[in-house]
């Protein structure tokens, strides 16, 4: 069964940059969707950025311009630059993947993607 396992967070200042990688154990491996999800305590899993079979992109509001998503080459390897990051910020965020992509994946609604890493925790104080 194919693995997602992220690394790259931490604790960062304000202003700040980060970037979170994401492989999947099996090299083969390629998803019609696959995205940055978060979640901060005490709120919803937010559906950060996503990124479909054809390079489109999608983001939320609140980090359009500061942060990019990117696959490698052979798409096994997932991407998160973070930039100007805030304390809100603040979460553990997860990579996904799933079988739907277009408007699916366009939505960031986390049901529409099924294989889920870890997570990783990233941490910006003010």
């Known amino acids: 069964q194919v693995q997602l396992l992220e690394s790259g967070g931490g604790s960062v200042q304000a202003g700040g940059s980060l970037r979170l990688s994401c492989v999947a154990s099996?090299?083969?491996?390629?998803?019609?969707?696959m995205g940055w999800f978060r979640r901060a305590p005490g709120k919803e899993r937010e559906g950060v950025a996503t990124?479909?079979?054809?390079?489109?992109?999608s983001y939320a509001d609140s980090v359009k311009g500061r942060f990019a998503i990117s696959q490698s080459n052979g798409k096994n390897t997932l991407y998160l630059q973070m930039n100007s990051l805030k304390p809100e910020d603040t979460a553990m965020y997860y990579c996904?993947?799933?079988?739907?992509?277009?408007?699916?994946?366009?939505?960031?609604?986390?049901?529409?993607?099924?294989?889920w890493g870890q997570g990783t925790l990233v941490t910006v104080s003010s």
């Open positions: 996904a993947a799933g079988p739907y992509g277009g408007n699916w994946c366009r939505s960031r609604i986390y049901r529409y993607l099924e294989l």
């Open positions: 099996r090299y083969s491996y390629s998803s019609s969707c």
């Open positions: 990124i479909d079979s054809d390079g489109i992109t």
